[in-house]
């Protein structure tokens, strides 16, 4: 089973500044790890993911994510934060071998001030 | 990329009316999806497995009768919320497993369901 802990239901910083939006799992099978954003009022869009291979992942709009499987963290960070980026931010789980469910963590509101 | 669409994108119904949400995998054959419901400021609950061809399988505490799933094509599930009451009022989101990794999902852009 897996099960997915985001710490702060809301995170604000100024624009320009770092993001960090920590994202802490459990999995009984090595995981499967995404961030996931989402905007009001639509669906989820997928901002990077770590499957296997190198655990320092890129994805889209600036965003990485390192998966750290001694802490069991996959935090995700932004060096300079813009106004764009203010939406609500889910980290989500599965595990890697058979058919597992995806599991959200209660997701990050993050707020960016001018 | 995999993308998939939901129909409609917000509806408003009467309490006690039937209300019917599509989710179609457009560009790829989905023989699962999920249906997820979000209520505001929370996370994404799976609700219940669309299986092509024969029945959804359940989340614990969802109504079967309630939430009715029909899995009837590759590329089609239907989910159907019958005689609505206004705590049904929900944003329901599915997503489709791609084909490169069957464990990344590619969601829809979601369902606003208001019940009068």
């Known amino acids: 089973a897996q099960s997915v802990t985001q710490l702060g239901s809301h995170v604000s910083v100024s624009e320009g500044a770092l993001v960090l939006l920590r994202c802490n799992y459990s999995?009984?099978?090595?995981?499967?790890l995404f961030w996931y954003v989402q905007y009001p009022n639509q669906g989820l869009q997928l901002l990077l993911k770590?499957?296997?291979?190198?655990?320092l992942v890129k994805g889209i709009n600036g965003f990485e994510a390192e998966f750290k499987k001694s802490e069991t963290s996959f935090h995700l960070t932004k060096p300079s934060a813009h106004m764009s980026d203010a939406a609500e931010y889910f980290c989500?789980?599965?595990?890697?071998?058979?058919?597992?469910?995806?599991?959200f963590g209660t997701g990050t509101r993050l707020l960016v001030s001018p | 990329g995999a993308v998939v669409s939901q129909h409609p994108s917000w509806v408003i119904c009467k309490s006690g009316t039937s209300v019917k949400i599509e989710c179609r995998s457009l560009?790829?054959?989905?023989?699962?999806m999920f249906w997820y419901r979000q209520f505001p400021k929370q996370s994404l609950m799976l609700m219940a497995t669309?299986?092509?061809?024969?029945?959804?399988?359940?989340e614990q505490g969802v109504e079967k009768d309630k939430f009715l799933i029909n899995h009837a094509s590759l590329t089609l599930s239907t989910l159907t919320v019958t005689s609505a009451h206004p705590e049904d009022s929900s944003f329901y989101i599915c997503?489709?497993?791609?084909?490169?990794?069957?464990?990344?999902?590619?969601f829809g852009p979601g369902t606003r369901l208001t019940v009068l």
């Open positions: 997503s489709a497993p791609g084909l490169a990794s069957y464990n990344e999902q590619f």
């Open positions: 770590y499957t296997t291979g190198a655990t």
């Open positions: 560009d790829f054959q989905a023989t699962t």
């Open positions: 989500a789980v599965t595990g890697s071998t058979g058919f597992q469910k995806l599991v």
């Open positions: 669309s299986n092509e061809g024969s029945k959804a399988t359940y």
């Open positions: 999995s009984s099978v090595p995981p499967y």
